[in-house]
């Protein structure tokens, strides 16, 4: 499995879509939308507005991810896999909670989506101490004033 390729990917594709979804909510908001503006959708617009911060947040997690693993040998290969997992666990129920959590909105209230949400955080804070555990046997790139590369 090339994880640095996958996670490239997931990246910068998170990271587009996670931006246009960005522009499709300032579309909302230039145009007055009273779905996205009005005071009693204020809860929908708050969920909306984490969804795509936390997306976008994701997609440059994935990144830094991906641009990390040459230089996280401790990092086996199952705990690349796991890693992995949660990563793109996190990235598809933090934001898919939030947006889904602003869908329908009871009294004030997010929709039942926001459970995912919760779920998304303790995969995304599983994957980030399994990758922060890693990174202290990192390899340092050997350069030419560096002595201990």
């Given at each position: ?33 009273g ?13 909306w ?17 991906a ?60 994957a ?22």
């Amino acid at each position: 499995m090339n994880y640095t390729r996958r996670h490239l990917w997931l990246g910068w594709w998170s990271l587009f879509g996670f931006l246009m979804l960005g522009l499709a909510l300032e579309l909302l908001h230039g145009f007055k939308a009273g779905l996205y503006l009005d005071v009693q959708n204020e809860t929908r617009r708050l969920m909306w507005t984490l969804a795509h911060a936390h997306g976008a947040l994701l997609g440059l997690v994935h990144i830094a991810f991906a641009l990390s693993l040459p230089h996280l040998p401790s990092l086996d290969a199952p705990g690349r896999l796991r890693t992995s997992w949660c990563l793109i666990g996190a990235s598809v129920l933090l934001p898919g909670g939030f947006f889904a959590g602003g869908l329908r909105v009871y009294g004030g209230d997010p929709g039942p989506g926001i459970v995912l949400a919760p779920i998304g955080a303790t995969s995304l804070l599983i994957a980030v101490f399994l990758a922060a555990r890693a990174s202290g046997s990192a390899e340092v790139p050997r350069t030419p004033g560096n002595k201990r590369g």
